[in-house]
């Protein structure tokens, strides 16, 4: 499955309130129905006032050319779709956000481990945008990610599912990929993987020590954005 995350940024002069109520009650009756999508979430965050962004809005294809159709590629950030309902969501954006100021990426989901048979609807989520160190190519990274980094991180306590997202096309993504961990507890995720507070978090046993440790031999830390909230599905099977 192919799939475009938006992460969302309000447009100067809107609460945080102000823009999840246009967001969830004006564009998401346009955007769900936008050709090719076969399921759409979003990602309010738990904690607004210290999170890097408003919310991310997830749209996933089955078919990567219908995506690029609707949302443009990672190389076309001011694509201008020629479908009605595409055309509608990509003007009504001016209306809530800050446009340049959202990065965006679109990749291909692998499931890593999964204990809800794919219903993730309600269930606290850690997204993290990766970007990988200095001196590593992007196929070195997702080497050491896919090989290394996930048998650990899949097994942090409290994981009940683990995606990975890779980008479509590498040269030109914004970030070299997306680590999704799901908990359906959220001071457990708090504790394995830090509030949106503490990027500085410094866990102290089993798989999230083990995993906080590792990510320094493939990630540029201070580079990678996070992103906690708690997902609700808008379209698409449970």
Not at 38 to 44: D, G, I
Not at 88 to 115: C, M, S, T, Y
Not at 125 to 152: C, N
């Amino acid at each position: 499955m192919y799939k475009h995350v938006a992460l969302l940024v309000r447009q100067d002069g809107l609460s945080h309130e102000e823009f999840v109520d246009y967001w969830q009650t004006e564009h998401t009756p346009i955007a769900r129905e936008i050709d090719g999508v076969v399921r759409y979430q979003q990602v309010l965050p738990t904690d607004p006032e210290n999170a890097e962004f408003d919310g991310l809005a997830e749209l996933y294809f089955e078919d990567l050319e219908e995506l690029h159709d609707a949302l443009g590629s990672p190389g076309s950030r001011d694509y201008d779709p020629t479908k009605e309902v595409a055309t509608r969501a990509r003007e009504d954006v001016d209306n809530f956000l800050a446009v340049e100021k959202r990065p965006r990426f679109i990749g291909e989901e692998l499931v890593q481990k999964d204990e809800l048979g794919g219903d993730t609807d309600d269930l606290y989520k850690h997204s993290a945008f990766l970007v990988r160190r200095d001196g590593m190519s992007h196929e070195e990274f997702v080497d050491y990610w896919q090989t290394e980094h996930t048998p650990i991180a899949r097994e942090i306590d409290g994981v009940v599912k683990y995606n990975t997202i890779l980008p479509t096309d590498p040269e030109n993504a914004e970030f070299d990929g997306v680590a999704e961990l799901y908990f359906e507890d959220l001071e457990k995720l708090y504790d394995a993987l830090g509030s949106e507070g503490s990027r500085d978090y410094d866990p102290d046993r089993g798989k999230a020590k083990e995993a906080r440790e590792d990510v320094d031999d493939f990630l540029a830390i201070d580079e990678r954005p996070r992103f906690i909230g708690r997902e609700r599905l808008v379209k698409g099977e449970r």
